[in-house]
């Protein structure tokens, strides 16, 4: 290895300014063994360059040549594999990996050894050295080593070192003093040595003379430590004296940590003893109020109201660990427990007779009313005659319950108390109010309906002035719905359904003298052509509206009086609703917490609202049924007020989700727009029914059939009414089944037809549809429009040819044998050979109709179209102008025929365009 060593030197390094410090054989690893060196060298020349080279042996001779060069800065890691085995593979790491195998495992540790070297002298420990044995990873060279990988060159060039310029400007000035020292450098060495031997001979006399000064020197130290020694003996005896102090020092200092000890539980005591007498100590005054305070004055109600929130401070105060077991907390918590029982029985019972005495109030103010129809009440203390029902007979209006909210809601903050502290009395209380409001409205609700409905049949009878023709009937209507009703409001809810549903009954009956039960597209043509048709659905428009209008208000105010006085805004832990369970009332007409076995039954509920919503149903539970009622009647008197209930019922709705769509008003309302949009479903398909069963006379003309003008009136009153209406895509999907109802019973109708022409029925009609739509201007029913205009000039069309047959029938068959026979092969030209169509049979046939004789037959189809035609469509110059035209357009025909198949006959028609245009306005003008 050193003959290689010397030669890679000497023929591949020394040529480049390099020396080789470092060299291994290897091979590359995994593949088949070529063997090469990797050589660790440095430049001669400064900066110093540390480089890598692979090294190979030249396939052509025994010379070397270098193949690859790393610098040594690009090497990241040196990865030896195993540092406790000897193993001969290592990897560098340069811009890639290569592994390598040496030829031995001594040889790879040199070379490791020698790379870690340079890395520290050179590179600063920049390359890192993994699975390394630290043996070889020495922190640095010894100096006097020179057998190392590195050589002895390599120390030696390490320990020269330049001249400072000190250094050189001493040099100078003495070379300058032995001007000879370049040319005699003996001489100069011996005056060098001679001023070298004068020097030494100076140091040692000078250590001679100080001699002296060392002995003195340590003569003084030996006296400080004497000094030293005494010192320490003195400060022995002083600890031993202070020893005794020490201990009663510490006494004094434990007796004081024990004082203070002492004040500190003596501050903490107070300290708690003030928290307890702060937290839960309840005034005189407040004691005072919880039992006696007076709850019908606002001062006693705001006095009980400040005790209650003391007194739910107290008692919710966080007592530390301990305090329980004190007798005087104990008794405190005791006392405070009576006191909360005490105020909650006081407070349920006083609550409890407000809420009887409220209603009694208002129900003995209602059955105190001596006549249905009287204008005005008894005077009462403390009400509002202004809200009673019988005042607004009239007007229509429910009455306002704001007086007693504003009343109940001074106790909002005692309801709340109650609800933190006693849950099962607050639960009582909420279904006492909840079952007395709900008897209260009931009575109300249906009082208010009935007069509803009996307004709403009015709308049947005084409209129509119907009192006078049938006097006894409406009589006898009138005065047994007073009676009913005047009876329902001196008896029980059972009576009142009775009296509703006699009224019901008596209203139909009433309606149906009027018209048949209910309206249709058949008979509505006659309906809605009188304005007090118009004038009655109106009046039931407005009616409805001041019905769902009085409704709404009442149950906002009722829902939001209940959300604000059961303090229901906030969410709280699952509670019972409180109608879920049946109430029983004791001696003392306090509500009994005790639940019936039903109340396993019970639904939890996560949420106020749900809470919320369950006492609105059950206050309001008779709104949905007698909406539904009123609904029914209203259905009931004419089918066609759907619509305006539809209409309002969606406003309605949509007002209601706006405020709230969780709110009692809205689920009701929606429930109920159900069954609007259910009959108003029914009405579209009972109309259609209708159409469908229509019977039309043999024995006289069709015209436009009643159905066809009945659409027309409904379409008129739709856009009246649903005009910027949030259910326009109801009305559109009705337009689309009505029309196509039309349609098809136009052309049923049209083929069943034995007195008027199929043509005649189709034309009229689609041309009375067609102009209803282009004037209502319906988006969803442009496709339609368009194809009654099509149908329309298509069956006009179509009658014009066949009514023209009749006054040119023998020359129309003439003719039309002509273009027979053309279309069978024969030639125009050789047409007039034929035996039945020659020049004398065209001149026989156009004899038989000269001028009088094509007019008298025009005149006859003037009248006979007239017959066909109705007046009501104002068809007959229309249709008469289209014959006209589609005539001269047969004259023209019949000459283009005679000049190709007769040429140069000479024949021509009996009158000219000009006679046809005189006859057909002499004809118009005589009729």
Same mark, same amino acid.
């Given at each position: 290895m050193t003959a290689i060593k010397h030669a890679l030197q000497r023929d591949i390094f020394t040529p480049n300014d390099e020396r080789l410090l470092g060299i291994v054989n290897v091979c590359k690893a995994g593949k088949k063994k070529k063997n090469c060196f990797l050589c660790a060298t440095v430049t001669t020349e400064r900066p110093v360059q540390v480089k890598v080279v692979k090294v190979k042996k030249s396939d052509k001779g025994d010379f070397y040549k270098r193949q690859l060069t790393w610098e040594l800065r690009d090497l990241t890691e040196v990865d030896a594999k195993d540092a406790s085995k000897e193993n001969p593979e290592f990897d560098l790491h340069f811009e890639k990996v290569y592994r390598w195998v040496a030829s031995s495992a001594a040889e790879k540790n040199s070379f490791i050894s020698c790379i870690w070297k340079l890395n520290q002298r050179y590179l600063r420990k920049k390359v890192e050295f993994v699975n390394v044995s630290s043996q070889l990873l020495e922190e640095s060279v010894p100096s006097g080593e020179s057998q190392n990988v590195a050589g002895g060159d390599e120390d030696a060039l390490d320990d020269y070192q330049e001249l400072s310029a000190r250094e050189e400007?001493?040099?100078?000035?003495?070379?300058?003093?032995?001007?000879?020292?370049?040319?005699?450098?003996?001489?100069?060495?011996?005056?060098?040595? &001679?001023? /070298? @031997?004068?020097? *030494?001979?100076?140091?040692?006399?000078? +250590?001679? $003379?100080?001699?002296?000064?060392?002995?003195? !020197?340590?003569?003084?130290?030996?006296?400080?430590?004497?000094?030293?020694?005494?010192?320490?003996?003195?400060?022995?005896?002083?600890?031993?004296?202070?020893?005794?102090?020490?201990?009663?020092?510490?006494?004094?200092?434990?007796?004081?940590?024990?004082?203070?000890?002492?004040?500190?539980?003596?501050?903490?005591?107070?300290?708690?003893?003030?928290?307890?007498?702060?937290?839960?100590?309840?005034?005189?005054?407040?004691? &005072?109020? /919880? @039992?006696?305070? *007076?709850?019908?004055?606002?001062?006693? +109600?705001? $006095?009980?109201?400040?005790?209650?929130?003391? !007194?739910?401070?107290?008692?919710?105060?966080?007592?530390?660990?301990?305090?329980?077991?004190?007798?005087?907390?104990?008794?405190?918590?005791?006392?405070?427990?009576?006191?909360?029982?005490?105020?909650?029985?006081?407070?349920?019972?006083?609550?409890?007779?407000?809420?009887?005495?409220?209603?009694?109030?208002?129900?003995?103010?209602?059955?105190?009313?001596?006549?249905?129809?009287?204008?005005?009440?008894?005077?009462?203390?403390?009400?509002? @005659?202004?809200?009673?029902?019988?005042?607004?007979?009239?007007?229509?209006?429910?009455?306002?319950?704001?007086?007693?909210?504003?009343?109940?809601?001074?106790?909002?903050?005692?309801?709340?108390w109650l609800k933190n502290t006693q849950r099962e009395k607050y639960e009582g209380l909420s279904r006492t109010y909840v079952d007395y409001m709900s008897r209260l409205y009931e009575r109300e609700i249906k009082d208010f309906f009935e007069i509803a409905k009996i307004k709403m049949a009015g709308t049947s009878k005084e409209a129509k002035g119907k009192f006078a023709t049938l006097p006894r009937k409406e009589s006898a209507l009138k005065q047994e719905t007073e009676i009913h009703l005047h009876s329902g409001l001196h008896g029980s809810s059972g009576k009142l359904t009775g009296s509703t549903s006699s009224l019901n009954k008596l209203t139909v009956q009433g309606a149906n003298s009027r018209r048949s039960q209910s309206s249709s597209l058949l008979d509505m043509g006659n309906m809605s052509a009188s304005d007090l048709d118009v004038a009655d659905r109106t009046k039931f428009d407005k009616i409805?509206?001041?019905?769902?209008?009085?409704?709404?208000?009442?149950?906002?105010?009722?829902?939001?009086?209940?959300?604000?006085?059961?303090?229901?805004?906030?969410?709280?832990?699952?509670?019972?609703?409180?109608?879920?369970?049946?109430?029983?009332?004791?001696?003392?007409?306090?509500?009994?917490?005790?639940?019936?076995?039903?109340?396993?039954?019970?639904?939890?509920?996560?949420?106020?609202?749900?809470?919320?919503?369950?006492?609105?149903?059950?206050?309001?539970?008779?709104?949905?049924?007698?909406?539904?009622?009123?609904?029914?009647?209203?259905?009931?008197?004419?089918?066609?007020?759907?619509?305006?209930?539809?209409?309002?019922?969606?406003?309605?709705?949509?007002?209601?989700?706006?405020?709230?769509?969780?709110?009692?008003?809205?689920?009701?309302?929606?429930?109920?727009?159900?069954?609007?949009?259910?009959?108003?479903d029914k009405c579209i398909s009972g109309q259609i029914r209708q159409m469908e069963e229509v019977k039309i006379s043999k024995k006289s003309k069709v015209g436009i059939l009643p159905f066809v003008t009945g659409f027309e009136e409904f379409a008129e009153l739709a856009e009246t009414i649903f005009r910027n209406a949030e259910r326009r895509g109801d009305l559109d999907k009705a337009y689309v089944k009505l029309i196509r109802a039309v349609f098809m019973n136009v052309e049923k109708v049209a083929n069943e037809s034995q007195k008027t022409p199929r043509d005649v029925v189709m034309m009229e009609n689609f041309h009375h549809i067609f102009s209803t739509l282009s004037r209502l201007k319906i988006s969803c029913l442009d496709a339609e429009r368009r194809d009654a205009k099509y149908k329309y000039t298509d069956h006009l069309q179509s009658y014009v040819i066949n009514s023209l047959g009749q006054p040119l029938e023998k020359l129309n068959h003439f003719f039309e044998g002509v273009e027979a026979r053309v279309a069978q092969g024969v030639r125009e030209e050789e047409v007039s050979y034929q035996l039945a169509f020659n020049k004398q049979e065209l001149r026989k046939v156009i004899k038989e109709y000269p001028g009088k004789e094509v007019k008298k037959g025009l005149d006859n189809l003037y009248k006979k179209v007239d017959k066909h035609l109705c007046e009501e469509e104002s068809l007959l110059q229309v249709v008469w102008h289209s014959t006209q035209d589609e005539f001269i357009r047969q004259y023209k025909h019949f000459e283009d025929l005679i000049g190709r198949c007769y040429p140069g006959s000479g024949i021509t028609m009996e009158f000219t365009i000009q006679d046809m245009l005189e006859y057909f306005s002499s004809i118009a003008q005589s009729h």
């Open positions: 400007q001493d040099i100078e000035s003495m070379m300058e003093m032995c001007n000879y020292a370049i040319s005699n450098a003996e001489a100069f060495t011996e005056q060098l040595s &001679r001023e /070298l @031997q004068v020097l *030494d001979g100076a140091n040692i006399q000078s +250590i001679m $003379a100080s001699e002296k000064q060392v002995n003195i !020197l340590m003569k003084l130290l030996d006296e400080a430590l004497g000094e030293v020694d005494t010192i320490e003996g003195k400060l022995s005896s002083y600890e031993e004296m202070l020893q005794s102090v020490k201990e009663q020092m510490d006494q004094i200092s434990q007796s004081n940590r024990l004082i203070q000890i002492s004040n500190t539980n003596n501050g903490k005591l107070l300290d708690e003893i003030q928290f307890l007498v702060h937290n839960m100590d309840l005034s005189k005054g407040h004691i &005072r109020a /919880l @039992q006696d305070g *007076d709850l019908s004055s606002p001062k006693g +109600i705001e $006095a009980c109201i400040n005790a209650a929130e003391a !007194l739910l401070q107290c008692m919710n105060v966080a007592l530390l660990p301990g305090h329980d077991k004190l007798m005087a907390v104990k008794q405190q918590q005791h006392l405070f427990t009576e006191l909360r029982d005490t105020f909650a029985r006081r407070l349920t019972n006083h609550l409890n007779n407000v809420f009887v005495h409220q209603f009694n109030h208002f129900s003995h103010f209602k059955m105190t009313i001596p006549h249905f129809y009287r204008s005005s009440c008894l005077s009462l203390p403390g009400y509002d @005659q202004s809200s009673t029902l019988s005042q607004h007979t009239v007007e229509l209006t429910l009455p306002k319950h704001s007086p007693l909210h504003r009343d109940l809601l001074r106790y909002a903050k005692l309801m709340e409805f509206e001041q019905v769902l209008s009085e409704l709404e208000p009442l149950c906002l105010a009722e829902q939001d009086f209940v959300t604000k006085f059961f303090k229901l805004q906030q969410q709280h832990p699952t509670i019972s609703p409180p109608l879920a369970q049946p109430e029983a009332e004791e001696s003392d007409g306090s509500t009994s917490s005790k639940m019936p076995p039903q109340a396993e039954h019970r639904h939890s509920l996560s949420s106020d609202k749900d809470v919320v919503r369950l006492m609105m149903n059950k206050i309001f539970q008779s709104i949905e049924t007698e909406l539904n009622s009123l609904i029914a009647l209203g259905d009931k008197i004419d089918s066609f007020h759907s619509l305006y209930m539809l209409v309002k019922m969606s406003h309605h709705v949509w007002t209601a989700e706006n405020v709230d769509p969780a709110s009692y008003l809205s689920t009701t309302l929606g429930n109920v727009l159900v069954t609007v949009k259910r009959n108003f």
